[in-house]
């Protein structure tokens, strides 16, 4: 199935099951549009992105992960333009336009030009200025010739309309830390270069494409499954290692923080300075903008580098011999 995010939706989307809530099915889009019984529907995609919930839908259920838009079936009377192929994603460029919608402008005003023939141009300057990289396509149920400007077949140069496409970098005026994102929509406006070339979703967050709560340009072990517990460099934690607690097992760090010397991982230490109750989607959310300066914290970390624990690692820390919590009380807990 294939979904569009409605502005500042990603944001909203957490986990897989919202997404029927929270975007438009582009099959319910198609289907509306048939149902309207016109004589002639044109979809045009140009919204292939990777999936951010890969795992939930994909790995977990043991399939390919697909990049990209899916093949759908067209209806009747429709036809549906793809910016690259099926399953695969488009390219933004580096102007104001990707190189798909850019050569879309400059074909769409020319006159007496069928939508096959503007399709195909569009395809053949794509894919030569990408070096066959990205290869635009369409998928057609029309049952009748159709032309944007004037009527089809009069596309002599005298009659054709060309409109200048300027292609600048857009200048962000407020995107401080110069990922991409502007300000007033960026979550993480103080990342590094280290962070930034790694790559920031549209949130301006470091990317985690693997979704283990460690960011990938700090993650040693890209493509970790689907919740397994991972250490600080995102390296999944030994199974042999979970054991008994013992006094010696945890370090506090002075700076708000404590490190579990079995696992590796580190911890905030006053876990309960929000002071109230919250679902589980507020708590990941309230645990992903702590920083440095918050609830004790002098640790120097910015948001999006914190997260709430795996239930594995949560039965890691279990002491049986304590209740109310059923933690350790040695130093640092």
């Known amino acids: 199935e294939n979904y569009l995010f409605p502005i500042g939706a990603m944001q909203s ?61 067209v209806p009747s009377g429709t036809l549906i333009a793809y910016a690259t192929r099926p399953n695969k994603r488009a390219l933004d460029g580096t102007g104001r336009n990707s190189p798909y919608v850019k050569h879309l402008k400059r074909e769409l005003p020319k006159q007496g030009l069928s939508i096959v023939e503007v399709l195909t141009n ?70 590094t270069s280290a962070e930034i070339s790694a790559g920031v979703d549209s949130r301006g967050c470091p990317l985690d494409r693997d979704q283990d709560g460690v960011a990938d340009y700090r993650d040693s072990c890209l493509g970790t499954s689907a919740g397994v517990s991972v250490k600080q460099n995102g390296c999944p934690v030994p199974k042999t290692t979970v054991s008994k607690p013992s006094s ?17 991982l580190i911890w905030m230490k006053n876990a309960n300075c929000s002071g109230r109750r919250m679902t589980w989607k507020k708590a990941m959310q309230w645990a992903a903008k702590l920083a440095h300066g918050q609830c004790g914290l002098r640790d120097g970390s910015r948001a999006g580098m914190w997260r709430l624990p795996t239930i594995d690692e949560w039965k890691a820390m279990v002491d049986k011999r304590y209740t109310y919590p059923a933690l350790s009380n040695a130093a640092g807990t």
């Open 248 to 264: 010696s097992r945890y370090r506090d760090n002075g700076d708000g923080t404590v490190t579990d010397n079995l696992t590796g």
């Open 122 to 191: 569009v395809r053949v300057a794509v894919k030569k200025e990408t070096k066959n990289r990205q290869a635009p396509g369409y998928y057609s149920e029309l049952d009748r010739k159709f032309c944007f400007v004037g009527p089809c077949g009069q596309n002599t140069p005298s009659q054709s309309v060309t409109v200048p496409v300027s292609d600048p970098t857009p200048v962000l005026k407020s995107d401080r830390d110069r990922d991409g994102v502007a300000d007033s929509l960026d979550n993480c406006p103080y990342n």
């Open 13 to 73: 989307v957490t986990v897989a099951e919202h997404l029927p809530y929270e975007t438009l099915r582009v099959g319910y889009l198609l289907a509306t549009m048939e149902g309207a019984r016109n004589n002639l529907n044109v979809v045009i995609l140009d919204a292939c992105r990777n999936n951010p919930f890969a795992r939930s839908l994909f790995i977990e259920r043991g399939v390919d992960n697909p990049d990209g838009l899916a093949l759908m079936e």
